[in-house]
């Protein structure tokens, strides 16, 4: 096996295929991808279900980056749209009606909030005090000394934050970070895009077919259907595939904790349940409808938005609509997501989503990492490996970075 192939990978998604093309184009090794799963794009993983509409099948992906490295290396494999993302929150207005309102909370949420004067004026107010384009956190609004500037700090924290966070962390207000209460920002733009970023936009066919191109090349051999568990021993000095010593690379973007079997116990994460929904046009006023509150017609969409969160009340926090996302032309049909949010039990069918970083874990996450470093050749890479939370593109810069180093390493030792 290590005469065979030089570098091993664990796991097909953004961090694995990444760093498998770059190994094998640009180091010109020989690169075998072990991946669980019986596909390759990880968690970005899409695909059409059975009414032809593209979905994103472990929950929503929108690609975003300030890094012209990571872009132009996506670009290698995939066109982008043009697509930039937006945002809202639906809640009850509290008179027996609904009202959404861009998140993250900008001037224009202002208006549909407290009306088109009064959210002016209090606008006005906020950019006399901080200045425009600013993003102004809950913490700084609450220490303003006029008093209307503060309690719109407490708006913002009651109606979009602390029950939407409630629901994804599992927590009460009262074990919510105060750090991470302190960050929530108020934009004072009316620029609704939830991301700033220089670069952003789908893959124009999909994230799948881009992470075919992505490992399409003559030193790479992927093999799905794979648990590396099964063929990896680091019980004893060295790392062992197949029963033989690994002498070769082995980068590892799987779950730290099962790599080792648990000793240590399990890392806790938030999983997520998904339901889906599709919708399609009633073409006749006779024909059926389950809901009147979206009576979708023959080229619309199910909601106003691609995401729109539910911040006070529902059990989901959020609704995907896919179509809004992808740009995709289907009509008359269209799916629908939403989002439940729940502790990671470690079952079978669940996915660990979200590490939850606190310090008594990361105490933990710093035994297994402590077992990794016995073996000079094994690399954690990505957000199960390293237990941390990284956008597509952090994780696309990082696996870029470590191959940097990796293979000038290799070419300093010979």
């Known amino acids: 096996?290590?005469?065979?192939?030089?570098?091993?990978?664990?796991?097909?998604?953004?961090?694995?295929?990444?760093?498998?093309?770059?190994?094998?184009?640009?180091?010109?090794?020989?690169?075998?991808?072990?991946?669980?799963?019986?596909?390759?794009?990880?968690?970005?993983?899409?695909?059409?279900?059975?009414?032809?509409?593209?979905?994103?099948?472990?929950?929503?992906?929108?690609?975003?980056?300030?890094?012209?490295?990571?872009?132009?290396?996506?670009?290698?494999?995939?066109?982008?749209?043009?697509?930039?993302?937006?945002?809202?929150?639906?809640?009850?207005?509290?008179?027996?009606?609904?009202?959404?309102?861009?998140?993250?909370?900008?001037?224009?949420?202002?208006?549909?909030?407290?009306?088109?004067?009064?959210?002016?004026?209090?606008?006005?107010?906020?950019?006399?005090?901080?200045?425009?384009?600013k993003k102004v956190t809950i913490l700084e609004l609450r220490q303003h000394p006029d008093p209307e500037i503060s309690a719109l700090a407490d708006y913002v924290y009651d109606h979009v934050f602390v029950r939407y966070t409630m629901k994804q962390w599992g927590q009460t207000p009262e074990e919510i970070d105060p750090n991470t209460t302190a960050r929530v920002p108020v934009f004072l733009s009316r620029d609704c895009r939830y991301f700033q970023d220089a670069y952003q936009g789908m893959p124009v066919e999909g994230y799948t077919p881009m992470f075919e191109r992505m490992l399409d090349h003559p030193n790479i051999t992927v093999e799905l259907n794979t648990d590396a568990?099964?063929?990896?021993?680091?019980?004893?000095?060295?790392?062992?595939?197949?029963?033989?010593?690994?002498?070769?690379?082995?980068?590892?973007?799987?779950?730290?904790?099962?790599?080792?079997?648990?000793?240590?116990?399990?890392?806790?994460?938030?999983?997520?349940?998904?339901?889906?929904?599709?919708?399609q046009a009633r073409n006749r006023p006779d024909e059926p409808w389950p809901d009147e509150a979206h009576p979708l017609r023959v080229g619309d969409f199910y909601q106003s938005h691609a995401t729109v969160n539910y911040t006070v009340d529902e059990d989901f926090t959020r609704i995907t609509e896919f179509k809004r996302l992808t740009g995709q032309d289907l009509p008359g049909v269209t799916t629908i997501m939403k989002e439940y949010s729940r502790a990671y039990t470690g079952a079978a069918e669940e996915i660990p989503y979200y590490a939850i970083i606190n310090p008594e874990n990361n105490a933990l996450y710093s035994k297994y990492q402590a077992l990794a470093d016995r073996f000079p050749n094994l690399h954690l890479l990505g957000r199960l490996a390293e237990y941390k939370y990284y956008n597509m593109d952090a994780i696309a810069l990082r696996s870029l970075e470590l191959c940097d180093r990796l293979l000038e390493e290799g070419e300093r030792h010979g």
Not at 16 to 31: H, K, N, S, T, Y
Not at 77 to 103: C, M
Not at 105 to 132: D, M
């Open 229 to 279: 568990r099964d063929r990896l021993d680091l019980s004893g000095s060295e790392i062992l595939l197949d029963g033989a010593p690994f002498r070769g690379l082995v980068l590892y973007t799987g779950a730290v904790d099962e790599l080792f079997g648990l000793v240590y116990g399990r890392l806790p994460y938030r999983t997520l349940d998904f339901v889906y929904e599709t919708w």
């Open 1 to 133: 096996m290590e005469q065979r192939y030089e570098c091993l990978i664990v796991g097909a998604g953004m961090a694995g295929a990444i760093a498998a093309r770059e190994l094998a184009q640009r180091g010109g090794r020989r690169v075998l991808v072990l991946e669980r799963r019986a596909h390759i794009a990880g968690n970005a993983y899409d695909c059409l279900d059975e009414h032809g509409v593209l979905i994103h099948r472990y929950g929503p992906h929108i690609f975003h980056t300030n890094s012209r490295r990571v872009y132009d290396f996506l670009c290698r494999f995939t066109a982008f749209s043009g697509y930039q993302h937006e945002v809202a929150a639906n809640l009850p207005d509290g008179q027996g009606g609904r009202i959404q309102y861009p998140v993250p909370f900008n001037l224009n949420s202002l208006e549909a909030a407290f009306g088109p004067q009064e959210g002016a004026r209090l606008g006005e107010k906020l950019l006399a005090a901080y200045g425009p384009e």
